[in-house]
């Protein structure tokens, strides 16, 4: 059985001439355990060499990868970026004789939750006069082949913040729109397909976490605002949220330990200029109300709203921000919407990704502190 074992390896340098600490809105911190099985099972009639692409969590400073070791009977399996977001990947490939193709990837992450609407960091924001944004943040201001930011969606944007200026605000205003008029369907495959145009042109403002919160996305890049998805996972139970539901923000056994295997959830984030990304997540609070079955103007509903705007806890991890892209390699299927599930084909026919009793993954997650 072939084996990679990695582990993430944290250096500092001190510097005597300086004692200057920048401001950290992350604040409590949840270590996890983080298991992976796959036992891929081809489909009917197909046949050939088997190709698996895992999302893995990206590092940053509100999370990080402590370790990741991975294990199976593949042919070949590496680690890789090489996409237009950097997505990281887990490439994993059986040869078309394989009988079986298994493969057990054990991550050990750390999060932290992202507070700074809670710390009152942005409590007195005010925007440069000559906002200019790098490189990397204007990717996020562009259209994508789900993400349009023309026509209807302009239209609703404009008439959402109106005559407002200011991006904190717009970006609260979008929020509070999408709070009041936007509702979970349980019935949507997945995530959701997270197609605004088709959302806001149909009526039907209806949906998972992709198509909600790509709607805040949409609307915040045709407001001027830079804004993405970032797809991930649940890794458990929600400490501060489970009081407003014990089910909607995730869960867990009396020992901590939580089946996330129809655990992804997407979440979003827009930039302010002179500050950074801020979190955001108006889809857990539709998820919230179906749950619970709440009105938009119960004070959970609202409490719920007030603190999914410039927070997020952190009982999840992000794998990346990519949207209508190309998968390294490259496989039949090109460009993918998302990269929030596995992806795999056996002889270039694809899974379905959205099943994991018939792809087959199981993932188990377990909070170690």
């Keep these: 059985m072939k084996h990679l074992i990695a582990t993430a390896v944290l250096s500092c ?51 990080q990868v402590k370790s990741l070791h991975f294990e199976g009977n593949y042919l070949d399996a590496y680690v890789t970026e090489n996409n237009k977001y950097g997505a990281k990947t887990l490439f ?71 005559s407002e200026t200011n991006p904190l605000k717009k970006a609260e205003l979008i929020h509070q729109w999408i709070v009041a008029n936007m509702e979970r369907d349980n019935s949507v495959l997945g995530c959701g397909d997270g197609d605004v145009e088709k959302i806001l042109t149909t009526g039907v403002l209806k949906g998972k976490c992709t198509d909600i919160n790509s709607v805040f996305v949409a609307l915040a890049r045709a407001a001027g605002i830079p804004a993405r998805e970032i797809f991930g996972i649940r890794l458990g139970a929600a400490e501060k949220m489970g009081k407003y539901s014990k089910g909607a923000f995730g869960s867990a056994d009396e020992h901590g330990v939580a089946n996330v295997s129809g655990g992804q959830h997407c979440r979003a984030e827009f930039y302010l200029a002179g500050f950074g990304w801020v979190p955001v997540d108006s889809a857990d609070v539709a998820k919230m109300r179906l749950a619970e079955k709440k009105a938009v103007e119960d004070k959970d509903t609202q409490a719920v709203a007030k603190y999914l705007f410039g927070n997020w806890e952190a009982n999840w991890v992000g794998f990346n921000h990519a949207r209508d892209f190309e998968l390294y390699p490259q496989p039949e299927l090109a460009p993918i919407n998302n990269f929030g599930y596995p992806y795999a084909e056996v002889g270039g026919d694809p899974l379905d990704s959205f099943d994991p009793k018939t792809f087959k993954y199981d993932y188990v997650s377990k909070k170690l502190q």
Excluded at 147 to 156: A, R, S
């Design 13 to 63: 340098s001190a510097m005597a001439y300086a004692n200057t600490s920048l401001p950290n809105y992350n604040t409590d911190s949840h270590l996890y355990e983080f298991t992976q099985t796959y036992d891929l099972i081809a489909p009917k009639g197909s046949q050939g060499q088997a190709n698996l692409w895992v999302p893995l969590p990206f590092n940053g400073e509100y999370q």
């Design 92 to 162: 994993v490939t059986w040869d078309k004789e394989a009988q079986k193709r298994d493969l057990k990837v054990t991550m050990v992450i750390e999060t932290k939750d992202r507070e700074p609407m809670v710390k009152g960091a942005l409590e007195h924001y005010t925007p440069p006069k000559d906002i200019q944004y790098s490189v990397d943040v204007q990717e996020y201001l562009k259209p994508t082949q789900h993400i349009k930011i023309d026509g209807i969606v302009k239209q609703f944007a404009d008439k959402i913040v109106g």
